[in-house]
Structure formats: C-alpha cells, structure tokens
C-alpha cells in the first residue's frame, strides 16, 4: 500500500511540475510575442500576466496614436486584449466531440479584443460603432508545429442616431485563421474573410460594403522583414450622401496585391491595385490599374529604415526632426545598390475613352554616393510614356477646371466655360511641345540621362 500512495504522490507531483513547466513555457511565449507585437506596431503595449497552476490570464491594452491627433494630447485608440490560457501537456477538449476528451497541446486560449471608450462622454452612436471591432480569439499551440489563432468579428444589428438623422446598421461580423510559422509574428499564413455592412438612413443615404476578404503568405527573411505577397479584395462599395447624382460613389471589384521578396541582400516590392468599375455622379471609369515595383533595395538598410520608424512612433513630438536625420543617416546605403522604380502599368478606360501609362526611374550606385542635389541628378536616368485618347483627356481637364471654377457658381454656362478653359490649355500644351496630339491621341514621352532632359525628342534647357 505504501508503494501504491507513493507512487501516487510521486506520478501527482510529475503531472503537477509538467503543468507547471507548460505553464511557464506559455508565459515565455506570451512575453515573447507581446514583445514582437509591440516592436511591429506603433503605440504602446501594457500588460498584465497572473500565473496559474493549469490556467493564467492576460490582460493586455494596445494604445495606438490617434492618425494626425495632437501629439501633446497623446490621444490614443485603445484595443484591450483578455485571454484566458490553459497550459498543456493535455488540454480538457470541448470544440471538437469526436476528438479524445484529453489532447496534447502547449497551451489552448479563449478570449476577446474590445475597444476601449474613445471619450469621457462618448455619444451612444460612438459606442455601439466601438462594438464593430469585438472579436472573439481563439489561440491553439500544440507541442510541435504552427500555433493556429481564430477570430470572429461578432455580427452586430442596431439603431444609430447621428445628430438629427437615424440609421439602421447591418453588421455581418468576420472570420479569420491565423497561422504562426514557428510562433514567429514575422511568419505567418492569413485567411480573413468579412461578408460586409450596411448603413442605411431614413432618406436613403448610407453606406455599402461587401464581401472583403484577404490573405497572406509571409515569411521572416534574413534581415528581420517579413517577405512574401498579402493580397485583399473589395467586391463592393457604396457610399450615398443625398438623393443627387454626385452624391453617390460607388466602386466594384477592388483588388490590392503587395509582394516583398530578398535576394542576395537586396529586395524587391510590387504593387498592384486594379479595379473593375468606379462610379461618381454621371460618370463611370473601368477597368483601371495600377502596378508599380521597386528594385535592388539593399535589405540591411531597408531593416535599419523600418527599427528606426519604430523608434520615432515613440517620440511622436520629435518625428520630423527624426525622420529628416532617418533618411540623411541611411540614404547612402539604399543608393548604393542602383535602386529603381517602375511604374510599370497605369491605365484608366471610360465611356470617352482610355489612357496609359510607364515610367521606369534608376539611380546608378557604383562608386562613391555624394548626398549631393547636382551629383545625385547626375547619376539619375529616367523615362516615361503617356497616351490618353483626345476625348479623354479633353474631359478630365474639363471636370478638374469646373470643380473649381463652379464651386461657387450655379450659373448654366459655367460648364461650357470650362470646357473652353480646358481646351485652351490642351492647345498651349500641344503649342509648347509638353503633349503631341496624333491620330486622335495626345502622347507625351520624356526621359532624362546624362543630366539631359527630352521631351517629345526635344531637350528641355536645366534653369540651373
């Protein structure tokens, strides 16, 4: 008997410490990602941990600044994080019944990320918008492998009243796995998908949004960046602001693609944004793209770059100073490496045509880089293509000439007036050699090398 309870006691103190050390392990990881959560974003990041025997709490605020607030304020949006962490080996399952009743696991958590009120007195239609952003989070990290996060944006009806108008709001919530590469927040695969919203007023202004959705595939390269393409898609978009026709805007088909990649120590960013169909007052435009890249980004300056940015969202009083010193202190070596950029397709059709776009600009790099204006123009080369059909182009100049010129005016000739305004000015341009007007089209080609501007083939005399 005495061997029974004692080995009893000694399988109990065996379970015990192993829940013990889980317990730890989870706190480390805890702190470590808390840490990289806090080095990757701006604001600031308070927490509290309370350890437990098979269970701990966090309790987390993330204090962001307030986009073009008062730094003197310190006005901050402000996410609270609780979580609730079960330690491992082996975790009570309740998600999955057909799964053992026990299973092995590093930790499993459940929690919430709210927001915090924005203001002492907070309107109520401040408050119940506050609630778009409560998700539900699910943290699961088993022994070996990826730690899987799930969150649920919860779906969300109500009644707003914004001064003298009501409106009625049809929140459709979101999901979203998370996938962390090795516990790394530099490595990660995203699937987020949210269905929508929509606000609709008593006269039938409101706000549309449909089905937006993203994903990623991100990898923590050499540097400390994280690499690789992050794609997110907008189905629909509408936002009315009265019963007139210029009062709506409507877009469909929005889709944003970003990939990083690192080779031998320089990297490489495309950009591509396009567009099935965008929409204000009368006037309709679609499709549209626009694709730029950047190349041979020396990767040790480019990490150096992002620490420091980091740095001066800390110090928001002192930012300007700061960036200036930033970009002086690192632009040699970004230099260095002939970096380029390419516009590598602009192009915009509508109901009275198209244009089009390139351009590609290089810096060469070899030798020594003098942060020099005259040294620096001198090892530029540039070129770049225009195209817009006649129609076109006429119609743009027209509606940015009558945005202005009719802003105050009601009067029925303003819009032929600036119609005349706009071709005027098309013909001093066609008169000055800045565009070629050719089979219907105007065109524009302009380059420089060698410190030698052309434009349409003709040198452009420097002023200095």
Request: charged share 20%; proline share 5%.
């Amino acid at each position: 008997m005495k061997k029974i309870i004692g080995l009893v006691l000694v399988l109990t103190l065996i379970t015990l410490g192993t829940y013990l050390g889980f317990g730890l392990l989870a706190r480390h990881n805890y702190q470590v990602a808390l840490a990289e959560m806090e080095s990757n974003f701006p604001g600031q990041l308070e927490s509290t941990y309370e350890q437990g025997l098979f269970t701990s709490q966090l309790n987390a605020v993330l204090k962001v600044p307030v986009p073009g607030g008062d730094p003197a304020s310190q006005e901050a949006i402000a996410a609270r994080i609780k979580q609730t962490i079960h330690h491992g080996p082996f975790i009570f399952n309740t998600s999955q019944p057909k799964s053992p009743l026990y299973i092995p696991m590093q930790l499993s958590a459940q929690g919430t990320l709210t927001l915090e009120p924005f203001m002492a007195e907070e309107p109520a239609f401040i408050s119940e918008l506050r609630k778009l952003a409560s998700t539900d989070i699910t943290v699961h990290a088993p022994i070996k492998g990826s730690t899987e996060v799930s969150f649920t944006g919860r779906p969300l009806q109500s009644s707003l009243v914004m001064g003298s108008n009501n409106f009625d709001l049809n929140w459709q919530g979101f999901t979203g796995q998370l996938s962390l590469i090795g516990n790394n927040l530099l490595s990660y695969d995203l699937d987020f998908h949210a269905p929508g919203l929509e606000l609709t007023g008593k006269d039938g202004e409101g706000l549309v949004i449909h089905e937006i959705t993203t994903q990623a595939e991100m990898r923590e390269g050499i540097h400390n960046l994280s690499l690789g393409t992050i794609s997110s898609t907008m189905k629909n978009f509408e936002l009315i602001l009265g019963d007139r026709a210029e009062d709506k805007i409507t877009l469909a088909g929005l889709l944003l693609r970003i990939t990083n990649s690192e080779k031998d120590g320089l990297i490489d960013l495309e950009e591509k944004v396009s567009l099935e169909t965008i929409q204000f007052s009368d006037k309709k435009y679609g499709p549209g793209t626009l694709q730029i890249s950047l190349a041979n980004l020396d990767a040790q300056a480019v990490a150096q770059l992002t620490e420091a940015y980091k740095e001066i969202q800390t110090n928001p009083a002192q930012a300007e100073a700061m960036a200036l010193g930033l970009l002086s202190s690192h632009a040699t070596a970004l230099l260095a490496k002939s970096p380029e950029i390419k516009v590598e397709d602009f192009s915009l059709s509508g109901p009275e045509g198209s244009c089009q776009s390139k351009m590609h600009i290089i810096f060469n790099g070899d030798g020594e880089v003098i942060l020099n204006p005259l040294f620096l123009l001198g090892r530029l080369s540039a070129e770049a293509d225009f195209s817009a059909d006649e129609r076109f182009l006429a119609v743009q100049v027209k509606n940015f000439i009558e945005a202005n010129l009719c802003a105050e005016r009601v009067d029925a000739g303003c819009e032929q007036e600036a119609a005349q305004e706009g071709e005027k000015q098309l013909r001093n341009l066609v008169d000055q050699n800045v565009l070629v007007l050719k089979n219907g089209k105007y065109l524009l080609t302009a380059s420089f090398k060698d410190g030698q501007p052309l434009l349409n083939g003709q040198p452009v005399p420097l002023s200095f």
